[in-house]
């Protein structure tokens, strides 16, 4: 065993000062997942965003009242921030020119208003927070109402259970009589006349207040012109429709969240981009049956599975029709929503 011993003796000796250590070219400390708890952030409102700065209200209602100008935090880069979101913001929030305050966090949203970019598509694009109503604004012609078009901003606002109001613009040009019909049947919609010279301002504006108002229309329809009407610092764009393919102009680029004062209150008035499609791809029908109580109750005797269509074999909806003790208008009004989803194969 000597040469065994004669290697070991050959050996070099270490000590700490041969430890290597690769430096950090940045020189900052090294990256680590506890974050901090923000426990001082303040809670502000997001009125808009754009170009990634987001435009948020601090101590609302309050003497303090201000609007700050934030920008999103690293960790929320994969979290859509959305108008009407309740924010968690430090930094500087004291929202003089040329200051910019931090968003930390978004508090647990009461409501959540979405949309897919078409009905096969299950990525959901989030359009507002925390709306607890919907106004439809559609126009009685120039452009002509789109029935189908109304159906899925008011299945989109059942599956949120965010209240659906109407307003029927440009009424002095047809009677929208034969239009409104369409939706008899459904008892929870509240629905405005208005025309050129007798838009009913004031009853809108009744309804608006103590709620936030998402306002959603066809492009062309008049909504931006209401929103001016009802919120005049709104200086919202306003366009034509064109003769040709009688289709709008789109003139709100942008979803902004808007104070309304009124009369009777205030409440919040939340205007978004014209748009010619709604995607449902990410509804839960279920969630259109739940907002018609009555008519849950008498589906808890329907087969497993059922559809609840017109042609639905043993569908107590429609054996209830047939036996007079439901009224047709009503079922018509939940048949046309779940007539929405018919063509898809997976639900």
Known sequence: MSWLSDDLDDEPEFDESDVRVRPNPKGNRPRTKRRPAHESAEIARV??????????????????????????????????????????????????????????????????????????????????????????????????PRPRLVDRYLVAALDAGIRPLMVVTKTDLADPTGFLEHFAGLDELRVFRSARDEAPLDAIGEALVGHTTVFVGHSGVGKSTLVNALVPTARRATGHVNQVTGRGRHTSSSTVSLRYHGPAGSGWVIDTPGVRSFGLGHVDPDNILRAYPDLLEIAAECPRGCTHLPDAPDCALNEAVAAGTLAPGRLDSLQRLLGTFKDKQDW
């Open 47 to 144: 009125l808009g965003v754009d170009r990634g700065r987001y435009a948020v209200l601090v101590d609302e209602d309050l003497p303090t009242e201000r609007e700050v100008t934030a920008a999103r935090a690293r960790e929320l880069r994969k979290m859509p921030i959305v108008t009407g979101d309740r924010a968690r913001i430090v930094g500087d929030t004291s929202g003089r020119e040329g200051t910019l305050a931090r968003i930390v966090g978004i508090e647990e949203r009461s409501s959540l208003l979405r949309r897919s970019a078409d009905d096969t598509d299950q990525v959901e694009r989030v359009i507002v927070a925390n709306a607890d109503q919907m106004l439809v604004v559609v126009a009685a012609a120039d452009p002509e």
